[in-house]
């Protein structure tokens, strides 16, 4: 079994700031949600909006209705990837049995029943036991720093076509 676990996440995280000035009338996000690029986060009474910079997942709120925003006012923070990314060490897995672009799958303990597929990104080495990343596919049913277990998926067996000659006897003519 070539399985091991690991924590979700987006590849890091990069504060969100206001950008704008003004008092915040409204919030439409809470943390862990996953945004698009120009979606509202905040409206302020002066009718201007603190929006979202690029595609990624927010982090916990870190504003309040009524409170008054600067330019550099941290609203939140949001992910350096658009994609669910899992980090983990390889477990006993031997190196040369795992290879950049193998298919895995990966579930959480507490919901194991979500099961997602994804790729194997990358493989660092360069430090025993080393690391997989893996890419999950969009819409992957986890939230940033949960558990999650990832197996690699192994290639189905090979199959052979094999014909079998019957000799009849000599051609009736």
């Not at 704008?20 to 996953?34: I, N, P």
């Not at 509202?40 to 929006?51: E, I, P, S």
């Not at 595609?55 to 330019?71: H, K, M, R, S, V």
Request: with cysteine.
């Amino acid at each position: 079994m070539l399985s091991t676990a690991g924590v979700v996440g987006a590849g890091g995280q990069e504060p969100l700031l206001a950008r704008t000035v003004g008092r915040v009338r409204r919030l439409f996000f809470t943390g862990g949600e996953y945004v698009h690029r120009g979606d509202v986060l905040a409206k302020l009474y002066n009718y201007t909006f603190v929006v979202a910079p690029r595609d990624g997942f927010l982090g916990p709120c870190e504003i309040a209705a009524g409170q008054y925003l600067t330019p550099t006012t941290q609203v939140t923070t949001i992910s350096r990837r658009h994609l669910l990314v899992v980090v983990c060490p390889p477990g006993n897995t031997r190196p040369a049995r795992v290879r950049v672009g193998d298919s895995v799958s990966v579930w959480v303990a507490t919901r194991p029943t979500r099961v997602a597929s994804g790729s194997l990104a990358a493989l660092d080495l360069s430090e025993l036991p080393g690391t997989w990343t893996v890419l999950l596919k969009p819409g992957a049913p986890f939230r940033i720093g949960e558990q999650a277990i990832v197996r690699r998926r192994l290639p189905p067996p090979l199959a052979a076509v094999v014909s079998v000659e019957v000799n009849q006897g000599p051609d009736p003519k």
